[in-house]
């Protein structure tokens, strides 16, 4: 009788072992509560940074009810448009920037490609800043410069 016992006892808890195995495995990929999480493609990367650099339209009051007896002002926004920002591919990375005032280039990212690092002494506003990608002997070299308010980039192979 104890042996039956301990038979019945061990398979309940290998089974139970087993369920909570296959749970964790099921698990894998998704969060706490089953939802899938999945990687952005290039593409959705690119609609998000573009996105999270525009400002919102500026709104203006309804029309007033009352009758109004001068002419009708249009409305004013106080507020320039934010430029917008323009990723720079490169083979040794990305470089997400955009044209400021007077003319200058606001680099906001250098991101290097697998293999390379950034090497840059221009983190701040500047007329022509430029980003050097390093990878071992292999250097590449992101100028960019800003002409009618749109960033346009020179790309150097320093090796």
């Known amino acids: 009788m104890r042996t039956a016992t301990g038979v019945v006892l061990w398979l309940a808890a290998a089974a139970a072992a087993t369920a909570v195995g296959m749970f964790a495995v099921g698990a894998i990929g998704n969060d706490i509560f089953g939802s899938d999480q999945q990687p952005l493609s290039q593409?959705?990367?690119?609609?998000?940074?573009?996105?999270?650099?525009?400002?919102?339209?500026?709104?203006?009051?309804?029309?007033?009810?009352?009758?109004?007896?001068?002419?009708?002002?249009?409305?004013?926004?106080?507020?320039?448009?934010?430029?917008?920002?323009?990723?720079?591919?490169?083979?040794?990375g990305t470089v997400l920037a955009r044209c400021a005032p007077g003319g200058l280039v606001d680099v906001l990212s250098a991101v290097p490609a697998q293999g390379f690092s950034v090497d840059s002494d221009d983190d701040e506003l500047d007329d022509h800043p430029q980003i050097k990608f390093e990878s071992g002997e292999r250097e590449i070299e992101v100028r960019l410069r800003c002409v009618g308010g749109r960033i346009v980039p020179e790309i150097k192979p320093t090796s």
């Not at 525009?54 to 203006?60: D, F, L, M, N, V």
């Not at 004013?76 to 323009?86: I, K």
Request: cysteine-free.
């Open 43 to 92: 593409s959705q990367v690119d609609e998000q940074l573009a996105g999270s650099t525009r400002t919102p339209a500026a709104t203006t009051p309804p029309p007033s009810t009352t009758a109004s007896t001068g002419p009708s002002t249009p409305p004013t926004t106080s507020d320039p448009p934010t430029p917008q920002a323009t990723p720079v591919t490169s083979d040794g």
